[in-house]
């Protein structure tokens, strides 16, 4: 439902979606689980490979799109290859030009200057103050379903070591419209999404209204 979601967002009748694996090390097997999903929802469906690069000119390839959708994985490795092959760069000049940019887990983390992620070690949730910044701040995702998460998270904010930011439990997702938080979004209203901020030698952990798409 949140790749509907994002989905509508796009004006236009069929659109032009790309999926970056990076993450993932352009795993096949979730390759093909894409194409399977967007192709059900009329999209014309395209893979940016990192590993196995086939695509020349990767500006032109992503400023053609609609929609680009960043696979999860390990979010450090994902922004040291697109760096060496420029994607941060491109996706920043897709964005400016009104192409809808999501993702989810590693996905999502890339878009903040910061995050938390077990890119290091599985199971461990680090701070990662390396994003793309596209977004301002920090994010944090899988808040209630990996225990590491969220009392690392609050904890990281509280000390400083991370900025304020957002934090998704699975099954939610933050809109920005431009760097402006546009909307919080649940598959089936439970799932929540907060917004964390320091005080003073403590932290706020705001819960924020959601919607859920029909």
Known sequence: M?????LSLVETERPRVCFIPTASGDDAGYTLQFYRAYSSYGCDAFVLNLFSREVADIRSMLLGMDMVYVGGGNTANLLAVWRLHGVDEALREAWYAGVVLSGLSAGA??????????SYLVGRA??????VGFLPGSF??????EPER?????????????PAGYA????????????????AVSV??????????????GVSEEPLPVITPS
């Open 168 to 183: 998704c439990e699975d099954g939610t997702a933050v809109h920005f419209t431009g760097t402006e938080l546009h909307a």
């Open 109 to 118: 983390n890339c878009w903040f200057n910061a995050s938390t992620t077990d």
């Open 188 to 201: 089936d209203g439970d799932a929540a999404a907060f917004r964390v901020a320091r005080v003073g030698d």
């Open 150 to 162: 969220r009392p690392n998270y609050l904890r990281m904010v509280a000390s400083g070591e991370l």
């Open 2 to 6: 949140l790749d509907r979601y994002a």
């Open 140 to 145: 944090c995702p899988h808040y209630s379903s």
């Open 126 to 131: 680090d701070a990662l103050a390396d994003g």
